[in-house]
């Protein structure tokens, strides 16, 4: 049975080549995104899943509203360094039309409580922002840990600095409680992080392929993608590309042979001057049970050639 899949994101533009790489994946059944918020307001991600879907050719997946904020706030505000990596509308602030549908009246927390019931162990969740929404699913039906097949989370560093902080990564930093009830859940789950995610980068060179299918996808993908080069460029010069995160996290969920993991229970310290860390947990240590697994390694030449085959044919469709 084809695997189906929900993706969770803070639409971004990495989070926009999440979205066509599952579009462009057979093996995988997208039955929906949750939005959430962080490279944008919740409000802004869910119009950009809603537009992208429908530029994609893709309007039968339904878009899910999750949560504004974090657990323990009460708002939240996108910060400056996000809006110029990803543009004031999260897509490099490259202009499509918005969408003819809406967002559905289920809440994004039921749906993802709704779809384990339904597909269980051929569920696959896929959060590329913070984890806000998969917590609160925990949180009120705690059973789904057992009967989801698996979780594969973008976020994170284990063995290399963060990028928000010398110890904090992005999505974690968001909601560094929600993502450390995910990780303490006992849920069977991959942490997609930095230390991989950084080691598989894209350039203008590549871009200008689906720019030169003169098509609406092409051309869209190319211009958020380029702004997204750009950034990059002022955000970690020298670092050759931008940072292919969300996308990697769904190519390891269709493909879990792409990265090689080290097992061991994470946690995400939540008190103190490291609050946002992602690191083992102490008290789990010796528990023989390892529910999660921390990706260390990743085949980089044979990602980017799945990326560019899974990306070109969406961007070619016309
Ligand atoms: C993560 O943070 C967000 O800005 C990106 O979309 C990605 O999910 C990288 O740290
Ligand atoms: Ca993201």
């Not at 992208?52 to 309007?59: E, K, R």
């Not at 999260?90 to 409580?113: H, K, M, Q």
């Not at 896929?126 to 989801?148: F, H, R, Y």
Request: glycine share 10%.
């Amino acid at each position: 049975m084809t695997k189906k899949l929900i993706l969770d994101l803070d639409t971004g533009i990495d989070d926009t080549l999440a979205i066509a790489y599952a579009l462009g994946s057979p093996e995988v059944e997208l039955i929906g995104i949750v939005g959430t918020y962080g490279n944008v307001l919740l409000k802004q991600g869910v119009r950009n899943d809603l537009a992208i879907t429908d530029l994609l050719g893709h309007p039968e997946v339904k878009v899910y509203a999750g949560l504004p904020h974090a657990l323990k706030k009460d708002s939240f505000e996108v910060l400056p360094v996000s809006a110029f990596i990803h543009g004031d509308n999260g897509i490099g602030n490259v202009s499509i039309p918005d969408s003819s549908r809406s967002v559905e009246s289920e809440s994004g927390v039921d749906f993802i409580i709704d779809a384990v019931k339904t597909y269980g162990k051929d569920l696959i969740y896929v959060p590329t922002g913070p984890q806000t929404n998969l917590a609160a699913a925990i949180k009120k039906a705690p059973e789904i840990v057992n009967e989801i097949g698996k979780v594969v989370l973008m976020g994170g560093a284990l063995t290399v600095p963060g990028n928000v902080s010398p110890w904090s990564e992005a999505n974690i930093s968001q909601d560094p409680d929600a993502a450390n009830d995910v990780f303490r859940s006992g849920i069977t789950a991959t942490m997609v992080g930095l230390d991989v995610t950084l080691q598989t980068l894209l350039t203008y060179k590549e871009t200008q392929q689906w720019r030169d299918f003169d098509t609406p996808a092409g051309r869209f993908l190319a211009d958020v993608t380029d702004f997204y080069i750009k950034a990059y460029e002022t955000t970690a010069p020298g670092l050759g590309g931008c940072g292919l995160h969300d996308p990697l996290a769904v190519g390891v969920a269709v493909d879990p042979t792409l990265v090689t993991t080290l097992p061991i229970n994470m946690q995400v310290d939540v008190e103190g001057a490291t609050r946002g860390r992602t690191i083992g947990d102490g008290d789990r240590l010796n528990d023989p049970q390892k529910t999660m697994q921390v990706a260390v390694g990743v085949d980089v030449q044979r990602f980017l050639s799945e990326f560019m085959t899974r990306i070109t044919s969406v961007a070619q469709n016309k």
